[in-house]
């Protein structure tokens, strides 16, 4: 009877370390492949695309020292980058991080005299030799309670959003999500399927500022 029993949970146990290994090594899979972001320069707007899809356009702030990316520049680097991690996802609208901590502090929108990040991070690494030391710059997309401003370069490198559009952006996307910053105008919508061919032609010389 022992050794049955020794059996059986023997065969429980191996069951449960399978399924925990498929699970380990399907982790890479809940990255964000479908959601694509193209952020336009000249527009100040922001396109999520899905599959290759229109779903929603942003009125957006990139740096008003323009584009490139040295750093210490403050400028918005060009070319492609991935959302590489999600910050305050279950913090309130409005609510000011300092180094990337919520600090209790909520802003309403157009808050006098008041610029810091709000509302939601999103922490962007870059992907191309151009725009690599993005993450060490940490450059995000984030809430700005100065949305008087939104639609002009604005920004101290990052990309700047409303409290309610970042978080709105926030759920929409996740970990992997790409982001791909052009120097031109969005493509029409008919032109979306053609993403990854209009936005890498318009990523040429991202080392180099406005």
Known sequence: MKKLFAYKYRISFAAIALLLSFSLCNCGSSLDRRSKMIVSVRDQKLLLTRDGHPVKSYKISTSKFGIGSNSGSNRTPLG???VAKKIGGSAPAGMVFKSRRPTGEILRPNTPGRDPIVSR???LNGKEGGNKNTFGRCIYIHG???EWRLGTPASYGCIRMSSRDVVDLYKRIGVGAEVQ???GG???AAATNNY???SSNDTT???QGS
């Open 80 to 82: 492609k980058l991935q």
């Open 121 to 123: 991070i999103m922490w």
């Open 144 to 146: 700005t309670p100065e």
């Open 181 to 183: 910053v052009i120097r």
């Open 186 to 188: 969005l493509p029409s």
């Open 196 to 198: 990854a061919n209009v």
């Open 205 to 207: 010389g991202s080392n």
